[in-house]
DNA sequence: TTGTAAGCGTTATCAC
DNA sequence: GTGATAACGCTTACAA
């Protein structure tokens, strides 16, 4: 069942059923309801592939993240789908994984659906060495590309991100202030956001005249139960440390672990900060002071200037906005 | 740039440049070279939309879930995208709430895109009134539909589900042959598979020799902190318990709030279980025990039935396989 | 092995 | 308002 097949049983040209299907107004209400009738009768719909030939565009977007399942990335996956779906696109998405050659695949299995725009979750797109970027530089030749919490520049390329470095400082400050001496930080990769943190965090330090802040960073990859294991070593080793400031909920649930094994009581001798607002925050017992760094606005926004891009408007290319903290119980009041 | 332009700059056919295009062996190897080359010189790329036109199919499906941020349909939609992209397919993801409305429109949304085939994450989907039912049947007739963890009968349509009624009865004997005399059940929704939990848990306790077991189920609708009061209320109610058994993870963080608040000792005066092995159970503290409903395992089988659905097998419908429980530390052993 | 030409099912530009 | 008809850019018989 074709447009032909419509226009043949309503007596009409295929030009009138498609000016029909499109809504457009230079149909007579008459024709209008013959031709729907028939639409109606044989639950015709028109076919998708020849539609989108025509337009060149099949309203449909890419969204690359590194894993889907991370309660971050599935929260930003779950609010840009949102935001697609109210403006009528659809959204495919793609898991790379941390290979720079899976980025690569993923970025082409979407590109070589014709999609309208990508978007990257994440700023473990951005790659340490600029030639590694290229691939993205070079697909934005082509199609807008939204980088969501990371920052590349070039031509089509658009940054929307919150102000980590800020809000890890400010976690940091907070937890000085409410009388820690010796805080320690915990990261999980290096990537753009990651290192905005550190730099945060170290600056609080500086701020608070701790003059060795370097020693005090410690990388924790891996599954949760090393993290555990990880601040058991720190302890081993005769750093003392009496607050973990850490980059994400996951990271700082491992540190809850570790306090609570330890019998060291929270947040009265150990304090405790998460990353992400996410529901591992509020799920640990006691519930994680965490930053929430605002994916939903980051979302809205993030599409709400594709659209704006569509239509031709001329974009800053960083959109940077605040993060906020969310104080919970693992750091102390007043 | 297109097939002609191509063509013409290498001095062939287009039928040779699609040839080329689509790796036929019916080229010679310097004509295959000439074209390749001129290929990698424009960087040219089909064009998705009349490929897809001439093909019939964009080698895309359709991912239905209710909210891609819920930790178990994340985790499924990850593994799902792993194994489409293997035999590769992209996958359009779309989030519909529990709205049946919204439900139709997202299908909607994904059809009109001609998708290869529908997955559906979660009973969810499975509607308690038949005729709800109908617009899946419906799209089934031209489209391979599969349902991951529910169950729908209809011509073209494949479930995949795990032995939630089993599963659910196996771990609460293993609470029971632990010394609990008292479960209660906490679950959020009643559908298709939340409702088989339910009867596991009753025949349990059916076979410990409770005979008010329905009175042990309570419902815990909303937020997190809600899980909590209502765990409160049911103290302040009179009934005794010393155990619970909850429908997923999350509920389970409740209960253990509950009992860190409560000062009971995990689990030698009262034990926990989850359900659905996600990272909840193992960010908590104590790590919680939990029964792995095997998402990865439900994906790579879903995928499997799709390639041989495509290859025009005819295949079971219905296809079951078993839970099995991870034992953590809010259950004692031995 | 290669080329010609007929689809595929729309949208959009003309006339009328 | 409506109807021919030419794109859109591929795939794939069928010829050569």
Redesign the pocket.
């Known amino acids: ?4 097949d ?2 043949k049983k309503a ?9 029909v ?2 809504g ?5 209400n ?3 309801k013959k031709v729907l009738d028939v639409i109606e009768e044989y639950r ?4 998708a ?3 989108s ?4 565009s099949m309203y449909t977007v890419g969204i690359l993240c590194s894993d889907s399942s991370d309660v971050y990335q599935a929260q930003a996956i779950y609010y840009l789908e949102r935001e697609l779906k109210k403006n009528a696109y659809a959204s495919m998405l793609c898991c790379t994984g941390h290979q720079l050659e899976e980025k690569q695949k993923c970025l082409q299995l979407l590109i070589s659906r014709n999609v309208d725009a990508v978007f990257f979750i994440g700023s473990h797109f951005v790659e340490e060495s600029p030639e590694s970027n290229d691939y993205i530089i070079e697909t934005a030749k082509k199609t807008p590309v939204f980088i969501l919490n990371g920052e590349l520049k070039g031509k089509n390329i658009y940054s929307i991100l919150c102000d980590d470095y800020m809000a890890s400082k400010d976690i940091t400050d907070l937890i000085f202030s409410h009388g820690s001496t010796s805080p320690i930080y915990l990261y999980r990769t290096l990537n753009y956001s990651g290192k905005k943190k550190i730099h945060g965090f170290l600056k609080s330090c500086e701020n608070h005249g701790i003059t060795t802040s370097e020693k005090r960073l410690f990388s924790c990859p891996g599954p949760l139960d090393k993290t555990c294991t990880i601040l058991e070593n720190i302890k081993e080793s005769g750093l003392y440390f009496d607050s973990v400031i850490s980059a994400d909920d996951e990271l700082a649930t491992g540190a809850v672990k570790y306090a609570l094994h330890n019998h060291l009581s929270i947040p009265e001798d150990f304090q405790i900060a998460g990353y992400n607002n996410s529901v591992l925050s509020t799920c640990s017992t006691p519930e994680i002071t965490t930053v929430d760094n605002r994916v939903e606005y980051m979302c809205v926004t993030s599409v709400s200037l594709m659209m704006q891009v569509f239509q031709g408007q001329d974009l800053p290319t960083k959109n940077m906005f605040s993060g906020s903290i969310i104080e919970h119980n693992t750091t102390r009041k007043g």
Chains 1, 2 share one sequence.
């Open positions: 069942m074709n447009i032909y419509i226009s007596g009409v040209s295929i030009a009138t059923v498609s000016r299907l499109n457009s107004d230079k149909v007579s008459t024709t209008r015709y719909t028109p076919n592939f020849a539609r030939l025509g337009l060149n």
